[in-house]
């Protein structure tokens, strides 16, 4: 299995408070992404990054910061969690020169939000 | 607008017979397609995956098919085996998009013993 893990792996919350959830790897993997998961939609992009300070948004990103100062974390920002931010979350990684398009999935973080 | 969609949210087959999982697409711009299998409290997997410049990939039980005038795939799994009960991905990702995945809905596959 790729080297992903993410904290905590549960929380939960109260709305109006910031929220963090990390994201780690141990591959070297350029890419790294953060998905959410909601019942009926799959798993949406919020954002993704493809270098050390270089990401950008995806599908869902409003209401979600991101920052990447090491190669090896990702880490997701809610700055004022709401209701509708209740969610599992996933982040991934992906190396195109190694893996092509695959990318590896770490255990998910679900985020309750009341 | 959805532009992966898996439109059957549960399939049930019995042990040993075929299961098939099927996606529709309307972006044409897709031309790389993956399935991912997920387990209950474990991210997904990575299952099989095609280029839009082939029609069929095959690893071991599980044979992808890509019809791209009908912006059609699916996910043969022959014979079906107890342990291949999970929810299935779809996703897709056009050459352009920086490596960006859109994703189906999913599909719960059921294995009957």
């Known amino acids: 299995d790729a080297g992903i893990t993410q904290s905590p792996r549960h929380k939960v919350t109260e709305t109006g408070t910031p929220v963090t959830l990390r994201c780690h790897q141990t591959e070297n993997h350029r890419y790294m992404y953060w998905y959410r998961q909601d019942p009926g939609h799959g798993l949406r992009l919020i954002h993704y990054s493809y270098g050390v300070k270089d990401t950008d948004k995806g599908e869902v990103s409003d209401g979600y910061s991101v920052s990447r100062s090491k190669t090896e974390d990702f880490l997701l920002t809610l700055e004022s969690a709401t209701s509708s931010q209740t969610s599992v979350y996933f982040c991934?990684?992906?190396?195109?020169?190694?893996?092509?398009?695959?990318?590896?999935f770490g255990p998910g973080t679900r985020l309750t939000v009341l | 607008d959805q532009q992966v969609k898996q439109n059957s949210p549960s399939l049930s087959v019995q042990e040993g017979r075929i299961s098939i999982l099927n996606c529709d697409y309307t972006n044409s711009m897709f031309d790389y397609f993956l399935w991912y299998k997920k387990y209950p409290a474990e991210g997904p997997t990575f299952l099989i995956s095609i280029s839009s410049i082939k029609d069929k990939n095959e690893d071991g039980r599980f044979t992808v098919f890509l019809n791209k005038s009908a912006k059609h795939l699916s996910l043969h799994i022959v014979p079906s085996q107890p342990g291949d009960s999970a929810v299935y991905f779809c996703a897709a990702m056009a050459g352009d998009s920086n490596y960006q995945l859109i994703w189906g809905a999913g599909t719960k596959l059921i294995i009957k013993p």
């Open positions: 991934a990684i992906s190396d195109f020169e190694r893996d092509y398009n695959e990318q590896f």
